[in-house]
């Protein structure tokens, strides 16, 4: 599969993760949100996509469900940090669509 943004190519996997996260930008993780994911992202969808790169970048890895709401809470508080509010906004799962949406490698487990 491919996008193609600002005139650039973008190759994702058949389930639109992208092959190379190298080439990671807003503007992908914006069309990528709107093209396969179908999520139309706010400011509250960009704070949870940074702090998934955040993450990433500390620890190497994509956060897991548990850390994450955890990380969530302490930082922006409980209401934010819900699997209710986390599903809101990304209604194919916080894990699956965020990590896709922020170029992030693919999860064990997810599609």
């Not at 930008?25 to 093209?35: G, L, P, R, S, V």
């Not at 999520?39 to 956060?63: L, N, Q």
């Not at 194919?92 to 992030?104: E, F, Q, T, V, Y």
Request: charged share 30%; proline share 4%.
């Amino acid at each position: 599969m491919q996008l193609n943004i600002n005139g650039r190519t973008v190759e994702l996997s058949e389930n639109g993760w992208m092959e190379n996260m190298a080439e990671w930008d807003e503007a992908i993780a914006a069309a990528i949100a709107e093209k396969v994911e179908k999520v139309d992202m706010t400011d509250e969808h960009w704070t949870i996509i940074k702090e998934s790169r955040a993450y990433f970048d500390e620890f190497g890895t994509v956060p897991e469900m548990r850390h994450f709401s955890k990380l969530m809470k302490e930082k922006y508080g409980a209401e934010r940090s819900t699997q209710q509010y986390f599903y809101g906004l990304f209604p194919h799962g916080l894990i699956k669509s965020a990590n896709k949406i922020a170029g992030l490698p693919r999860p064990k487990g997810c599609s």
